[in-house]
């Protein structure tokens, strides 16, 4: 069963202490691996999609990497408004769906 | 370019009724997928749109149901709805055969 588990639930961090977040997953076939920011009460924001192990993408102050088995949001020197729930989801090889198996997601807080 | 959007916002139901939520696709894209978030879970696929037809449904009963529209947009119906049924209901949209989904703002219901 295609299975996404996100680590840690929650975090809190000081402003500018730098961190990472942490997505393991188990898929039959990986056809992308995505992370979303979503802010309360919203519908997620696409941030990133990575697609095979090695594989590294930047926005701002953000860094995806992806290996076999997992994948890491690394957050440098983190601002107040980077507080939000960031999920991960991985789209398995499935016939002709092309759906999301998503994680519970980190909270992520950050002090000014 | 207008992005995801859905309607309406908020609504609350008590348990038996029947309830319609609409999703209007990013410009461009013809694929179209529900997922229904409970509060602090993860997003969880209920099913996907493209052409019209059903492409793929996740572990949800019959009484979820939906349409796609010729102009892409899309309905979820569910019928004698259940407390459990209270979340936030997220459309994604996409172009088929591209893997990434963007997620309008969510409909949030409440069965009482």
């Known amino acids: 069963e295609d299975q996404v588990t996100q680590s840690p639930e929650a975090l809190r961090l000081q402003e500018g202490e730098s961190s990472s977040l942490n997505c393991s997953y188990t898929?039959?076939?990986?056809?992308?691996l995505f992370w979303y920011r979503q802010d309360p009460g919203k519908g997620p924001e696409f941030l990133f999609t990575l697609y095979s192990a090695g594989e590294e993408k930047e926005k701002e102050r953000l860094k995806a990497t992806l290996t076999k088995k997992e994948s890491f949001l690394h957050i440098t020197a983190p601002k107040p408004e980077d507080s939000a729930t960031y999920l991960c989801a991985v789209q398995p090889y499935q016939g002709g769906s092309e759906k999301l198996v998503f994680g519970k997601g980190t909270k992520l807080t950050v002090n000014p | 370019e207008t992005g995801v959007t859905q309607s309406p916002t908020h609504l609350i139901k008590t348990r038996g009724q029947q309830v319609t939520l609409r999703c209007s696709s990013q410009s461009g894209h013809n694929t179209v997928s529900w997922y229904q978030q409970a509060l602090g879970q993860g997003p969880q696929f209920i099913f996907q749109?493209?052409?019209?037809?059903?492409?793929g449904r996740g572990n949800f009963p019959p009484r979820f149901s939906g349409l796609q529209f010729p102009n892409y947009s899309s309905e979820l119906n569910v019928n004698a709805l259940e407390l459990d049924d209270s979340a936030l209901y997220l459309c994604?949209?996409?172009?088929?055969?591209?893997?990434?989904?963007?997620f309008g703002p969510g409909t949030r219901l409440l069965v009482l």
């Open positions: 898929v039959s076939g990986l056809r992308g």
């Open positions: 994604a949209s996409k172009v088929r055969f591209q893997e990434t989904q963007y």
């Open positions: 749109y493209y052409r019209e037809e059903e492409n």
